[in-house]
C-alpha cells in the first residue's frame, strides 16, 4: 500500500495576524532554485560582493575621474555620467543601473550620492555628450589603484559586511607593506599585510606583492545591493539570508525560474511546530532564528 504524505497548507502554520487587511504580509519573490513548503522560514538576499574600475571618459574631453567610491544604495551594473554642456564646469546627469536619475552633478566639483560618489578634473574640451560608464560587476575582482600592480585574490565577505565601500589602503611602500581597512561607516578593522590573507567578519581577500607596492596606493571592496529576492533561511550565509526575513504563506516551487508569492514578515503568531526549515538547520540554528524573528514582532508559540 503507498503511504502519502500530506505538506502544510497554505497559511496552517499561522495562529494569528493583525487585520483587517493585509499588513502582516508582503508579496515576495523566491529565487530561482528554490521550492520551498508553506511554512518556510525566509531570509532576504540584500547584498553581494562586487567591483568597480574608475572609468576613463568617451568623448572629445580628457576629464579624469577620480576617488570613486559606493554608498549603501550601491547596485549592480552600468552607472552613466553623461555632460550636458560644453564647459570646464559642465554640469552632468547621473543615471543608475536600475534607471533611476539621480542627482546631477558638475565637472571640478565633488560629487556624492547614496549610490556613488566620485570627482572629475577638467581636462581637454569638456564637450556636451562625454560620457564615463561606472560598470560594477557581480563578485568582480577588486584593481589596485596606485604604483603597485598586486592581484587581489580570495575576496569574500563575512557575516558582518556592510552596504558601500571597504577602503584597503597600504600604509608604506615595502613588498610587505602593512595596509588599514576602513569599513563603509568609517570604521577601522584590524590592519592586514601585503602577501598574508587578511580575514575578518567584513572582507576577506589576499594582496600580492607586485611591482612598487607604494604608501597610498588602495583598493575598494564593494558590497552591493542585492535582488531583494528571498530564499531558504541560511544561518551561515553573507548574503543576507542568515537575517530571518519572514515566513513564506503558501508553497512556491521556484526550481526553475523566480517566482512570486506571499510570506508573513511582522506582528503575527506562528505555530513553531509547523514552521519549515532547510535540512541542514540545527536544532540550536532554529531556536536562534524563532528568537531573531521576535525582532520582526513575529512570535512563535
Not at 503507498?2 to 504580509?25: Q, V, Y
Not at 550636458?84 to 552633478?105: E, K, Y
Not at 581636462?123 to 589596485?144: E, F, K, Q, S
Request: charged share 10%.
Amino acid at each position: 500500500m503507498t503511504t502519502l504524505t500530506e505538506s502544510n497548507h497554505a497559511a496552517e502554520f499561522l495562529i494569528s495576524e493583525c487585520g483587517p487587511g493585509f499588513i502582516s504580509r508582503e508579496a515576495v519573490t523566491l529565487a530561482s532554485g528554490q521550492n520551498l513548503a508553506a511554512g518556510a522560514v525566509l531570509g532576504k538576499l540584500t547584498k553581494r560582493q562586487a567591483a568597480a574600475p574608475i572609468p576613463t571618459i568617451v568623448g572629445t574631453g580628457t576629464g579624469l575621474m577620480s576617488a570613486l567610491k559606493f554608498g549603501p544604495a550601491v547596485q549592480v551594473g552600468s552607472y552613466v555620467i553623461t555632460l550636458l554642456a560644453t564647459s570646464a564646469t559642465a554640469a552632468f546627469s547621473v543615471v543608475a543601473p536600475d534607471g533611476t536619475v539621480l542627482p546631477n552633478g558638475a565637472v571640478g566639483t565633488a560629487y556624492s550620492s547614496w549610490h556613488l560618489s566620485f570627482l572629475i578634473s577638467n581636462g581637454g574640451t569638456m564637450t556636451t555628450g562625454d560620457a564615463y560608464t561606472v560598470v560594477v560587476t557581480a563578485a568582480g575582482t577588486p584593481v589596485l589603484v596606485g604604483t603597485g600592480t598586486g592581484a587581489v585574490s580570495g575576496v569574500s565577505l563575512g557575516s558582518l559586511a556592510q552596504l558601500g565601500t571597504y577602503r584597503v589602503q597600504l600604509l608604506a611602500t615595502s613588498a610587505t607593506a602593512e595596509f588599514e581597512v576602513i569599513a563603509p561607516n568609517g570604521s577601522k578593522l584590524k590592519r592586514g599585510q601585503v602577501a598574508t590573507a587578511y580575514t575578518s567578519d567584513h572582507v576577506n581577500f589576499t594582496l600580492a606583492n607586485a611591482g612598487t607596492m607604494t604608501s597610498g596606493d588602495y583598493l575598494n571592496i564593494i558590497v552591493a545591493t542585492h535582488t531583494g529576492q528571498v530564499k531558504a533561511w541560511d544561518p551561515t550565509a553573507v548574503d543576507g539570508t542568515q537575517d530571518p526575513y519572514g515566513v513564506l504563506y503558501g508553497a512556491v516551487n521556484a526550481s526553475s525560474a523566480a517566482t512570486s508569492g506571499a510570506a508573513v514578515v511582522r506582528l503575527a503568531e506562528v505555530d513553531t511546530n509547523l514552521l519549515s526549515w532547510a535540512t541542514t538547520v540545527t536544532s540550536a540554528q532554529k531556536a536562534v532564528a524563532i528568537d531573531l524573528l521576535r525582532n520582526r514582532n513575529i512570535v512563535a508559540r
